[in-house]
């Protein structure tokens, strides 16, 4: 069973950074991608950045040249160095990771979440 563990959130001052961390285990022997989702409260969940399968990244508006999303070699962490970080920025912040098994469907996953609090 794949499963994701967030780690690095915290609270930071307005302009300052933080590096987010997924890690995961349990991937089959199928394609995965993986990516940041964030949740304002009371809010639906909202694309952060993410590499696909191919190992394209790709990442929401508000975050092109503050975020950098980076995999390791194994594919099996993610990492999401944010900088420039505003009160906008505070919420709860995701791991996500879908798995493709030819002929079986795919399977999504979460993380329990990292909280990021700007001030």
């Known amino acids: 069973h794949v499963q994701l563990v967030e780690s690095g959130g915290g609270s930071v001052q307005a302009g300052g950074s933080l590096t987010l961390s997924c890690s995961a285990s349990?991937?089959?022997?199928?394609?995965?991608?993986m990516s940041w989702f964030r949740q304002f409260p009371g809010t639906q969940r909202e694309f952060v950045s993410g590499?696909?399968?191919?190992?394209?990244?790709n990442y929401a508006d508000y975050a092109k040249g503050r975020f950098t999303v980076t995999q390791d070699n194994a594919g099996t962490t993610l990492h999401l160095q944010m900088t420039g970080l505003t009160p906008d920025d505070t919420a709860t912040y995701f791991c996500?990771?879908?798995?493709?098994?030819?002929?079986?469907?795919?399977?999504?996953?979460w993380g329990k979440g990292t909280q990021v609090t700007v001030s």
């Open positions: 349990g991937y089959p022997s199928c394609s995965h991608e």
């Open positions: 590499v696909d399968s191919e190992g394209t990244t």
């Open positions: 996500k990771t879908v798995v493709r098994c030819s002929g079986l469907g795919q399977v999504v996953k």
